[in-house]
């Protein structure tokens, strides 16, 4: 039901589960585990994987710390986005990329949750994308030191917040890994 014309097909969004992003992480087996179960059913279904990697002073471009988690294996002919901010389209061609896939809705994993998870599912949404966000499937690291909630908590305030988004002729969505449902954008799930 996305605002976007002609726009009927679901992309998996992977955001992020780079090395020295999910080192640290939350349950980082356990997710990085969930996120290859849906990049498998993705491609088994014919969905898009659209890939997203994050680089900075911390994560530079090339570096070991920046590199995709092993677990994980793109394949050369999923897209693969660049970004240097928390929303995925700021200043990226995911835009152009989804666009030509003819992607409406997004079903969205990675990390972290409290910054470049909340930022993409915000910017997908107020572009009119449908948004799906698997929360079983995305974490982040323990920042409670600098006054963040706990990691369990962070991915439950955004679970809970985002299950209850709405705005005109999208949808918003929480579901788990086991409940994922590709195909149709009217499911929401």
């Given at each position: ?8 097909n679901?992309a ?9 992003v ?7 087996d ?10 498998d ?6 969905v898009p ?14 570096s ?6 092993p ?10 986005v ?5 929303d ?5 061609d995911?835009?152009k990329?989804l ?5 409406g809705?997004?079903?969205v994993v990675?990390?972290e949750?409290?910054?470049?998870i909340?930022s ?17 499937a995305h974490?982040?690291?323990?920042l ?6 706990t990691?369990?908590a ?18 918003a969505?929480?579901t788990?890994t086991?409940?994922?449902v590709?195909g149709?954008a009217?499911?929401g799930?």
């Open positions: 039901m996305s605002t976007l014309a002609d726009r009927p679901t998996l969004l992977v955001i992020d589960v780079q090395e020295g999910v080192r640290e992480a939350w349950q980082r356990a997710v990085v585990s969930r996120i290859g179960s849906l990049v059913r993705a491609r088994d279904e014919g994987v659209v890939w997203v990697q994050h680089s900075d002073a911390e994560l530079a471009k090339g070991t710390v920046w590199q995709l988690v677990e994980l294996s793109r394949r050369e002919t999923e897209p693969l660049h970004k240097l901010y928390g995925s389209f700021e200043a990226t995911l835009e990329v666009a030509g896939a003819g992607v809705r997004l079903v990675g990390a949750t409290d910054a470049c909340r993409t599912i915000h910017g997908a949404f107020t572009r009119g994308y449908d948004v799906t966000l698997v929360g079983d974490t982040t690291s323990d409670s030191e600098w006054g963040a909630p990691p369990d962070a991915i439950a305030n955004v679970n809970l917040y985002w299950q209850y988004q709405s705005a005109p002729g999208r949808t969505g929480v788990s086991s409940d994922v590709f149709g009217a499911s799930q």
